[in-house]
Each structure stands twice: as structure tokens, then as C-alpha cells.
């Protein structure tokens, strides 16, 4: 390895380890991965690991961009747009130059510490509450614990089904998975079991066996938690329910309401980057503002961008992971051998996954789930790289024998 590729390598293994415990240290490890991979482009005058959607990604920024000056406050806009820094995450494990064997370690010491979190998680609740509640997780909110973990489940069950895997790696993928399932429950988060479920389902999208045990087993498991909260009493159900003011009451219902009365009003290039929380003041009854019951965001990310940013920001964000998707396909069928096929499969489930846990939370605004989402396409894919350098240095036509 030259010195950038180890600088690169061993920051992506911090991130990798410190991804489900803490927020500022994989940002740390994430910022010493990307200046190796600068300093390793910048000495051998490599262009830059372009993937080939990133367009898309611009497109959506754009029209993020376009919103600004419909902000009451343009500042926090201007901020916001910050976010958009994600791309250099999935650009940084993508770009990285690694072997077979070091994007095995990588994803291993992925899998290993979210399994590790998952019990810790939990565990870490109940000392401090003394009691089972929702685990909070290392990040404060058990929603990002729950989507943390869901992402970590996709990586982990999508290397489970490789069957070229031995016995003992297998073996401890199980054991990973019975864990992070662990800690994934114990958050009770509706929008990561949504995620999780539609995400498992791509998963098995070419075994319709597989598909309806799943849909079973799903509605098996929702019925489950259903009949838990119905047996408590109000201020338990409303402990174990999605953050909000009342679990019974189905606040996002109101919540949804808000943004689609700010949405008639600023349709073509909404409101602003996080710009929302003003505009739903405005809306707010006496008795809501009292009770701070004031949202800046709308628990559902498309109804967040498309507020925001209008129908121009929701059209570009969907081409952005349209085309993404797509690429992901591209590269999970493009011949990798096998180990590197099976985990860029992995990719679009986990898309789909962060997707739908989007359908009640604000999924794409949560730092640390966006970035181990990004991160994990980007390092799912990073054989692929590798595939297409040893592809154009292979002959096109057949090789004449000498004499």
C-alpha cells in the first residue's frame, strides 16, 4: 500500500468500527479516510472515482439551491446545504483502493461492531432507566439506533446467503444477525421495521417462496408488537411508540396535515432548506405551541423534501436514487466473483431500506444513518472498481502464439 492507500484504509476501519457508537468519531475517521484518498489522487495524478450517478446527485443539490431565496431564513438554508457533503462518504469508500481481502475486513468490522452496539444498546438503556424501554442507543434517539441497525442487518443477512462462505464465517454472520436483530427490536422504531422489511423483501426479490415467508413472518411480527402496546397502559404505549406527543392520538396524521397546507402554499420551490419549523409555527394551534409541539421536520422524507424544495426538489431526488439504483443493479450483475457480487447485492436492498424507514421518519436528515447509508453502497460497490481496471488491461482479441 502507498501511504495515501493506508491513510484511506485505516480511516475507513475507523469509521467501520465507530459507526454504531459514536457520531463524531466516525465523522473523524471519515474526514482522515477522504485527505488519504486526496493526497493518493493528488501524487499519482488520478482523477477522481467517479461512479457515474453523481449528476443526478448535482441535479438534486441544484434544485435544493433553487430554494434558498423562498427562506424566510436563507442562513440556516445556506447551512443545510451542507448536507450534500455526503456524496464525498460514499465517493471515499467507493474510491478507495483495496484488495479482496481488506474490503472483507472492512465489512467485517462493520458487521461486528453494529452487532456489538445492538447488545450494548439495550443493555445501556437499562442500566441507566432500569427498565426495557425503547433503547436509546448511542445517538440519543432510538429511531437512528433502529435504522443504524437495519442497514447493518441488510450487510450482514445478504453475506449470510453466500453459500461459497465456510461454516465457521457463517457461523458468526448468524450469531451477528441474532444480535443486531436484538438491538433493532428493542428500539420499537415503525419506520426501521417498514425499511427493514421492503429492504429484505428486494432482498429475495428473485424467490417468491422466500418473499411471502417474509410477508408472513412481517405480519406475524406486527400483530406481535400490536398486541404488546395494546396491553399496556396509555403512558406505556406512548413510551414504546415513535417520537411524538401522543402514540394514540397518530400525531404524524397532524404533522402530515401541516406540511401539506405549507406544501399548497409554496409548491414549485418550497419553503427552504430547513426552513420548515417557521412555517409550521405559523400553523400551530395555541394549545401545540404551548405545549412546544412544533416541528421542524415532517417525519416522512418525501413530504420533507418536497416541502423544502418543491416538486422540482422531489422529482430530482427521486432521479438521483433512480439512477443510483439502477448503477447498483448494473454493478451487482456485471460478473464480480462471487464475494463481491453477493455484497453489491446488498446494495440496493439497503437503498430501498433507508427509502422506506423514510416513510415515517425523516430518514435523509439523520446524519449518521444518511452517512452509513451512503458509506455502504459506497464500499457494497468498491470491487467493482477494481473489476473494470483488470477488465480494460485484458486483451480484446485473441492472443497470437510465438513461435
Not at 493506508?6 to 465507530?18: D, E, K, S, V
Not at 417498514?194 to 400483530?223: E, N, Q
Not at 415532517?298 to 423534501?305: A, E, G, K, S, V
Not at 447485492?345 to 452517512?371: H, R, W
Amino acid at each position: 500500500m502507498t501511504t495515501g492507500q493506508r491513510i484511506t484504509f485505516y480511516g475507513l476501519i475507523g469509521y467501520a468500527l465507530a459507526a454504531g457508537f459514536s457520531i463524531s468519531l466516525s465523522q473523524i475517521c471519515l474526514g482522515i479516510a477522504f485527505l488519504g484518498l486526496l493526497w493518493r489522487l493528488f501524487r499519482n495524478s488520478e482523477q477522481f472515482p467517479w461512479a457515474g450517478f453523481e449528476h443526478a446527485y448535482f441535479g438534486f443539490a441544484l434544485a435544493c439551491a433553487l430554494s434558498i431565496p423562498q427562506a424566510v431564513d436563507p442562513f440556516k438554508a445556506i447551512a443545510e446545504m451542507r448536507k450534500f457533503l455526503l456524496i464525498l462518504v460514499f465517493s471515499t469508500a467507493y474510491g478507495a483502493v483495496l484488495s479482496s481481502s481488506a474490503r472483507r475486513v472492512l465489512t467485517g468490522c462493520l458487521v461486528g461492531a453494529g452487532a456489538i452496539a445492538a447488545i450494548i444498546g439495550p443493555l445501556k438503556t437499562l442500566i441507566q432507566q432500569g427498565t426495557w424501554e425503547r433503547t436509546m442507543g448511542f445517538f440519543s434517539l432510538p429511531l437512528t439506533f433502529a435504522e443504524c441497525q437495519m442497514i447493518f442487518i441488510m450487510i450482514t443477512l445478504r453475506w449470510l446467503l453466500i453459500k461459497e462462505e465456510p461454516p465457521r464465517v457463517r457461523l458468526l454472520l448468524g450469531a451477528a444477525l441474532l444480535m443486531q436483530g436484538f438491538g433493532f427490536l428493542a428500539a420499537f422504531t415503525r419506520g426501521a421495521i417498514i425499511g427493514a422489511i421492503l429492504g429484505i423483501l428486494m432482498m429475495f426479490r428473485r424467490h417468491p417462496k422466500a418473499i411471502a415467508a417474509v410477508v408472513c413472518l412481517s405480519i406475524l411480527g406486527i400483530a406481535g408488537l400490536v398486541s404488546i402496546q395494546t396491553a399496556m397502559g396509555r403512558k406505556e404505549a406512548f413510551e414504546t411508540s415513535a417520537a411524538a406527543p401522543d402514540g394514540l392520538k397518530n400525531i404524524r396524521l397532524r404533522i402530515w396535515s401541516v406540511g401539506l397546507n405549507i406544501l399548497a402554499e409554496h409548491p414549485v420551490f418550497g419553503v427552504g432548506m430547513n426552513n420548515v419549523k417557521s412555517q409550521y409555527r405559523l400553523r400551530a394551534t395555541p394549545s401545540e405551541k404551548e405545549k412546544n409541539w412544533v416541528y421542524g421536520h415532517l417525519h416522512n422524507t418525501f413530504l420533507q423534501i418536497l416541502t423544502m424544495s418543491g416538486m422540482f426538489g422531489l422529482v430530482t431526488f427521486f432521479w438521483f436514487w433512480a439512477t443510483t439504483s439502477r448503477w447498483c443493479l448494473n454493478v451487482a450483475g456485471s460478473g464480480l466473483p462471487a464475494w463481491e457480487a453477493g455484497m453489491a447485492d446488498a446494495a440496493f436492498p439497503v437503498i430501498v431500506a433507508f427509502l422506506g424507514s423514510g416513510m415515517t421518519e425523516y430518514s435523509f436528515g439523520d446524519e449518521e444513518v444518511a452517512m452509513l447509508a451512503f458509506f455502504s453502497i459506497g464500499l457494497l460497490t468498491n470491487g467493482y472498481r477494481a473489476f473494470l481496471s483488470a477488465k480494460t488491461l485484458m486483451p480484446s482479441g485473441p492472443i497470437e502464439k510465438t513461435a
